[in-house]
Structure formats: structure tokens, C-alpha cells
């Protein structure tokens, strides 16, 4: 257990550091530095973000990317914004954190066997990463997946989180489809559920609601 936080740690330390997409480092530093009314009083983080969450966990939680006002903001994924605050919601309800709410980083949150990190560490502009953005940051979330030894399923919120992931396998998107709930092997030890990404567009036209999602999440939970 100690080897694999020493790993992780220098993963992060890596990753926090990084500056391999000229476009993605602009604009989170941009990002950063305007900030929006809401929150002008505050130092925004403006750097990748990593993972976080149970380094023993069963389950990896996949997003797509931090946040321009969330991660990119308060330093932690799914931390501050409305995806958050509808997550939490649902993560509390089927027990998988101690609160249900993710404000800031030193708001007492604790994870019960789930780790969350984005597919993508950085924030893109209009949430839509490029391909080659994604394939760098691939060296990451594989190394980091790696180092959670114990878990047994990849939960990935939205297509292109889970499209990601079945990259990062290197399996063929077109046979898997993105169905809410869905369930493959990704190999002899891991499997991965499609869900739909928990964001205010998603939640307010009703294609995913707080039934739905614990649903899921219990079902994941199960193995």
C-alpha cells in the first residue's frame, strides 16, 4: 500500500506540473485568471487537476474534464458546480460518501470505496477536448488506473469519458454502445458502466435523474 501512494503521489506531482497542450494550459490559466462574479474573491487553482478519492477503492469514477468554476477553480474533480452538487447528492444517498455535497477542498469529504479523477486533467475550451489532447493525457489515466490495484469496475459519466476509457483498452468504440447503465468487460479484471454525465443540461431536460444515477451506482457497488 505504501509503494502505490508513493506512485500516486508521483503521478500527481507530475501531472500538476504538466504543460504538454499549449491550448489547454491557456486557457485554464485564462480561466483562472478572469474568473467569473461569482467568484472573483477567490484564488482559482487554474492547473491540471487530479485524482481523488478511496486509493483502495473498487470503483474508479471516470469524468471528462474539470470544470472552468469547479475543478479548475477549487483544485478537486467534481468539486464546486452543479454536476457536483448533483453527484454528491446521489453518492450520498446510495452510501458511497460521508456528505452529500462537494464545495472545497477542506469541506470533510470522504469517498467509501470510489475514486474519482477526469479523464482529461485539464479544462477544455467549451468542454470539448481535442483528440490529441486526450491521447496525451491517456499516458496518465492509464498509469494511474494501474496503481489502484483493487478496482473491479470503471464507472464513466458521459460518451466521451466512456469512449475514452475503451481507447485507453484499446477497444473498438464502434462495439460498444453508450447505453445509460450499460455494462462490458474491459479485460479479465475490470469492467465499465456508461452513464449519463450528471451535468445541469442533462439533469434539467430529465435525461438522467436521482433514481437513475443510484441505480447505477448501486449496481456498481454490487461487485
Not at 41 to 65: S, T
Not at 79 to 100: E, H, I, W
Amino acid at each position: 500500500m505504501l509503494i502505490m501512494c508513493k506512485s500516486l503521489n508521483s503521478l500527481n506531482k507530475r501531472i500538476i506540473k504538466c504543460k504538454k497542450c499549449k491550448r489547454l494550459v491557456e486557457f485554464r490559466e485564462s480561466v483562472a485568471q478572469k474568473k467569473t462574479k461569482r467568484f472573483l474573491d477567490e484564488n482559482y487553482w487554474g492547473k491540471p487537476v487530479i485524482g481523488f478519492g478511496d486509493r483502495k477503492a473498487k470503483i474508479i469514477i471516470v469524468g471528462l474534464a474539470p470544470a472552468a468554476h469547479g475543478g479548475n477553480r477549487t483544485g478537486r474533480v467534481f468539486t464546486g458546480d452543479k454536476s457536483a452538487d448533483f453527484l454528491f447528492r446521489c453518492l450520498y444517498k446510495a452510501k458511497l460518501s460521508n456528505q452529500p455535497y462537494s464545495i472545497h477542498l477542506n469541506d470533510g469529504l470522504i469517498l467509501n470505496d470510489v475514486y474519482m479523477t477526469p479523464a482529461l486533467k485539464c479544462v477544455p475550451p467549451e468542454d470539448k477536448p481535442k483528440a490529441e489532447e486526450l491521447k496525451k493525457c491517456f499516458t496518465y489515466l492509464d498509469e494511474e488506473i494501474s496503481y489502484l490495484e483493487n478496482a473491479k469496475i470503471i464507472l464513466a459519466l458521459g460518451k466521451i469519458a466512456f469512449e475514452s476509457c475503451l481507447k485507453l483498452f484499446m477497444l473498438k468504440t464502434s462495439s460498444y454502445k453508450f447505453i445509460h447503465g450499460a455494462e462490458y468487460p474491459l479485460n479479465k479484471k475490470l469492467r465499465i458502466f456508461s452513464c449519463y454525465h450528471p451535468s445541469p443540461r442533462n439533469v434539467n431536460t430529465g435525461r438522467i435523474n436521482e433514481k437513475q444515477m443510484i441505480e447505477v451506482l448501486n449496481a456498481v457497488s454490487k461487485f
